[in-house]
Nanobody, 127 residues
Framework: QVQRVESGGGLVQAGGSLRLSCAAS????????MGWFRQAPGQEREFVAG????????YYVDSVKGRFIISRDNAKNTVYLQMNSLKPEDTAVYYC????????????????????WGQGTQVTVSS
């Protein structure tokens, strides 16, 4: 059973930064496409950023381009989301997701295309 544990969330003022981490167990991390999603109260789960299994491709939702950076360290079975210039509208529960065995450069953006999810970490940005 592959498990993912997110960390790094918290309360930050607008303009500040946070780095989220998602540590995965199991042997499939290095061949898994990974994604970060977020869900605000009363909203649907939204794609934020994704990275291919090799790290060679990344993709971001327009609202975070230039502010967020997704990266991965396959030796540590960990994917990161560096969030800079945070805005109140970034407030949400952030989830990492994995799609094992997806050996493509194409980043998938639909939640239905990911198989495993973490428990989420709360990010709150105050104005």
């Amino acid at each position: 059973q592959v498990q993912r544990v997110e960390s790094g969330g918290g309360l930050v003022q607008a303009g500040g930064s946070l780095r989220l981490s998602c540590a995965a167990s199991g042997r499939t991390f290095s061949t898994s496409a990974m994604g970060w999603f977020r869900q605000a109260p009363g909203q649907e789960r939204e794609f934020v950023a994704g990275i291919s299994w090799s790290g060679g491709s990344t993709y971001y939702v327009d609202s975070v381009k230039g502010r967020f950076i997704i990266s991965r360290d396959n030796a540590k079975n960990t994917v990161y989301l560096q969030m800079n210039s945070l805005k109140p509208e970034d407030t949400a529960v952030y989830y990492c997701a994995a799609r094992p065995g997806f050996l493509s450069r194409i980043v998938r953006i639909s939640p239905q295309e990911y198989d495993y999810w973490g428990q989420g970490t709360q990010v709150t940005v105050s104005s």
